[in-house]
């Protein structure tokens, strides 16, 4: 007997220790639920507190026309004021702020360097892309990483700042898509993680309500923040290092909890002259001595200061091509289907060709460090720039271009040059978010050796330079390209592609049209997470499974073939609809689109950061598909907004201003999650 009950012991121990460790899991899960229900509580104070705070945000401009010697400061207190002297005292130039009775003050612990890296458009940077300066990888080099004294500029000025104000506990980098990659690569060299650099859609003036609406998530209200841009001159102009060392070490402003806030900002933006139009109540200081930033450099200039020489000969050749968004139809462009797609203006690839100098025939590409891995600042840096980027680049997209080109060219008996070049390419097309990058340098590769060659529409027809770039994606390269991209980059605009068996098999392409704006919805914005963590493997098994005849794949293709078209009969047979409502009969085609092919890809395919992108912005009353195999999604209003985040329009309010109000909080709400959102630029047909 006691044997058998010993023989019991283990199974009895085991039963034990299961409900034990069930009993834990129960009690740790309504931990999580009260923590989960915390952070909700949380966030919302902190969405309410930030809404005070920046409704009437003021910013202290600090440009060109203000901070002067002791004398003419002097003067100039005088016909400022009162109200002058609160600009000061915000801007910590040394003086306390007045209290004022029902307003609470706290005093700033931390301090938050905010480097500019957008709004350059200068003479200078117009030169630096036609001069090599004896470095090629300076071709497309933003301002604030040229060479000073052999090391980028901004490298100095991290330096500098960071030796007047040691106990900086907060950076971030505001810049632009195009320049975005050069920035990221400046982070890794400097340990700085890459979330702290920020893209703001826009450009110049306007980029800082884009900043300041990102940043005011992340940044703790008690912290004194100083905006600074990255050709500000500061570690060679004594003045400006003095005004800089003023406010980065003068005692850390209070900062008002009920009241407006004020902002330093040191950063050249000529368009402040028409600052009164962008809500902010500007203070103008300046300086007067010296140069102050890179921008007011021509390239003499320029070359004498930062040491470095040569230019290269007249004659070069630049070509751009742009994103392209797939509107409705994709991804039946692969499977004989019909698809609408859009070029858009917001990113774009170029390719530039400089001849040599000699009358060398050779044919040189030039790497670009940023889109190919073959320079990197250190060491550890490499393993996260290549974990971040993958290990392969575009310089193979130019070689296979380049290949099938030429032997297109050689079988049509084309005649080509033979003064050679040199080959230099940037690209601001975020990678692997479905937006056509790769096509896009092979396309602008291919229209700058047309144009570079005199070579004629007539001899390589528009639906041929198609052809001839998926060839050097598809058989050179080995890449599952669909039909539509190519396509869309050649002809510009909106454009509609049918690509029927039969039509195929006869003509070698498909049939393309292309179509007047007005089809679109008059507003339409873009989503996608610029840190890529994950993607889907989508068109592999999808493909065999056609092949096959799985029933689901061809109904559901046929499905999405027919979209386009419908889209196109919202403006021929509602034209008695208004505005709105064929706003929201495309938005539900969009619909349809995205959960057809949902149906047939799975949610593990499509991928979780994909997913809860659409969810937002079904959550706030738009329609959201993928731009093209997954990571971009398009958004477009429904009117639908869920009841739990609906609380009644404002009084008076039309469809256009609720619209409007809903894609800021769904903008808001994106930010938050991590995604880059902007508003669609449709780009016109090209030439």
């Not at 003067?75 to 003086?95: C, K, L, N, P, V």
């Not at 106990?167 to 400046?186: C, G, I, M, Q, R």
């Not at 479905?434 to 896009?440: C, R």
Request: proline letters at 4%; hydrophobic letters at 40%.
């Amino acid at each position: 007997m006691h044997h058998i009950l010993n023989t019991y012991r283990p199974h009895q121990a085991r039963d034990i220790l299961r409900v034990i460790l069930q009993t834990q899991i129960e009690k740790r899960k309504k931990v999580v639920s009260e923590i989960r229900k915390q952070i909700v509580s949380v966030k919302e104070q902190i969405q309410d507190q930030k809404e005070r705070r920046i409704d009437n945000l003021t910013l202290t401009l600090l440009i060109a026309d203000g901070i002067c010697d002791e004398d003419a400061a002097d003067d100039g207190a005088g016909q400022r004021g009162e109200g002058q002297e609160a600009g000061d005292s915000a801007a910590g130039i040394g003086t306390e702020p007045a209290s004022e009775e029902g307003t609470q003050y706290i005093k700033a612990q931390m301090a938050c360097v905010v480097y500019v890296a957008v709004g350059h458009s200068c003479a200078l940077e117009a030169a630096v892309k036609r001069h090599s300066l004896g470095t090629p990888s300076l071709w497309t080099m933003p301002l604030g990483l040229l060479p000073v004294h052999s090391q980028p500029h901004l490298d100095s000025l991290h330096r500098h700042c960071y030796s007047l104000l040691p106990s900086a506990t907060e950076l971030y980098l505001v810049t632009d898509p195009v320049n975005f990659k050069h920035y990221e690569k400046w982070a890794f060299a400097n340990n700085v993680d890459s979330d702290r650099i920020i893209i703001a859609p826009d450009s110049g003036v306007s980029a800082f309500k884009e900043a300041i609406s990102i940043l005011s998530d992340r940044i703790p209200p008690s912290t004194k923040t100083i905006f600074i841009d990255t050709t500000l001159l500061a570690p060679t102009n004594p003045q400006i290092s003095s005004t800089l060392s003023t406010i980065l070490t003068s005692a850390l402003p209070l900062v008002k909890l009920t009241k407006s806030s004020q902002i330093p900002i040191l950063c050249y933006f000529p368009e402040f002259s028409l600052a009164s139009t962008l809500d902010f109540s500007v203070d103008t200081f300046g300086i007067q001595q010296g140069k102050w930033s890179l921008c007011e450099f021509v390239l003499e200039e320029y070359l004498e200061f930062a040491k470095d020489s040569e230019n290269v000969e007249q004659g070069v050749v630049e070509e751009r091509a742009y994103a392209r968004v797939g509107v409705l139809g994709n991804p039946s462009d692969g499977f004989f289907g019909k698809t609408l797609g859009l070029l858009i203006s917001n990113f774009y690839a170029s390719v530039t060709l400089v001849p040599n100098n000699s009358k060398s025939p050779a044919i040189q590409i030039i790497p670009n460090s940023l889109t190919d891995p073959i320079q990197f600042p250190t060491l550890a840096s490499s393993q996260k720039i290549l974990s971040k980027n993958g290990i392969y680049g575009a310089e193979r997209l130019i070689v296979a271009a380049l290949k099938t080109f030429v032997q297109h060219c050689t079988e049509n008996k084309i005649t080509l040059k033979e003064h050679g070049f040199s080959v230099f390419y940037q690209t601001s097309i975020p990678r692997q978010v479905g937006l056509a990058g790769s096509s896009a340098i092979i396309i602008a590769f291919m229209r700058a050796l047309i144009k570079y060659h005199g070579i004629t529409h007539t001899q390589i027809p528009k639906p041929i330079l198609a052809n001839i770039a998926l060839d050097a994606e598809k058989k050179e390269l080995g890449i599952q390209a669909g039909l539509q991209d190519r396509v869309v980059q050649v002809y510009g605009g909106l454009v509609l592609m049918d690509f029927e068996k039969s039509i195929m098999e006869k003509h070698g392409h498909g049939n393309y049209q292309q179509i007047e704006m007005r089809v679109l919805p008059e507003f339409m914005f873009l989503a996608y997470i610029a840190h890529v963590k994950e993607s889907g493997k989508m068109h592999v098994p999808v493909r065999q499974r056609w092949e096959d005849g799985d029933p689901i794949i061809h109904e559901g293709m046929n499905l999405i073939a027919s979209l386009p078209l419908k889209a196109l009969e919202i403006n021929s047979t509602g034209a008695s609809d208004d505005e709105e409502t064929k706003e929201i009969k495309f938005a539900n085609l969009v619909a349809q689109n995205f959960a057809t092919r949902r149906k047939m890809y799975s949610d593990a395919a499509l991928g979780g950061l994909n997913i809860t992108i659409v969810e937002i912005m079904r959550k706030w009353g738009f329609s959201g598909k993928f731009c093209g195999s997954g990571g971009c999604v398009l958004g477009v209003w429904n009117g639908k907004v869920d009841e739990e985040v609906d609380f009644g329009g404002v009084e008076g309010e039309g469809w256009r201003e609720r619209r409007q109000r809903m894609y800021g909080e769904c903008k808001r709400e994106l930010q938050l999650s991590g995604a880059v959102v902007c508003v669609v630029k449709p780009q016109s047909v090209v030439e």
